[in-house]
């Protein structure tokens, strides 16, 4: 969203006045970069299979930052389903909207404890994660 708005702002250049040239550059180069930098954020979970370690990561301009967890040995995967119902916070202006959402969580289980949990929108989805999981444990 930055980016298109730094965008407008340099094509804004052509209907300005002369003085305002270099305010507008610094605008519009500013709005780019900062939009640029947030098209770049991103977070998740990470697993090294070779180590038995995952993280959960953050991750902004390339550089990914998170700590190392040990994973103990996996012992079984399960898929669960999961519905919840979630609604906006009421403001007296908008109306109050909920709705009714369903995910899939792939469950990592060793010595009976619950290790490590990921989410997923589409069963799909899950199920190419668990045969990916389930390859890289090998």
């Known amino acids: ?6 965008m407008l702002a340099f094509c804004s250049l052509f209907f300005v006045e002369e003085s305002a040239f270099s305010k507008t550059i610094w605008v519009g180069l500013g709005a780019c ?5 947030l098209m770049t954020i991103s977070s998740g979970i990470a697993l090294d299979p070779k180590t038995n370690r995952y993280r959960h990561y953050d991750s902004i301009l390339g550089f990914t930052s998170g700590q190392w967890e040990t994973l ?10 999961h519905s919840y119902t ?13 709705s009714k959402n ?11 404890k619950v290790e490590l949990t990921l989410d997923f ?7 190419l994660a668990m045969e ?3 390859e890289l444990m090998r």
């Open 1 to 6: 969203m930055l980016f298109a708005v730094g």
């Open 72 to 81: 103990p040995p996996i012992e079984r995967m399960e898929m669960v389903q």
């Open 86 to 98: 979630s609604q906006n916070t009421p403001n007296g202006i908008s109306p109050t909207f909920s």
């Open 132 to 134: 990916r999981i389930q």
């Open 121 to 127: 929108n589409h069963e799909m989805e899950a199920v």
């Open 102 to 112: 369903l995910i899939y969580k792939v469950v990592l289980i060793s010595a009976e």
């Open 33 to 37: 970069l900062i939009g640029i930098m």
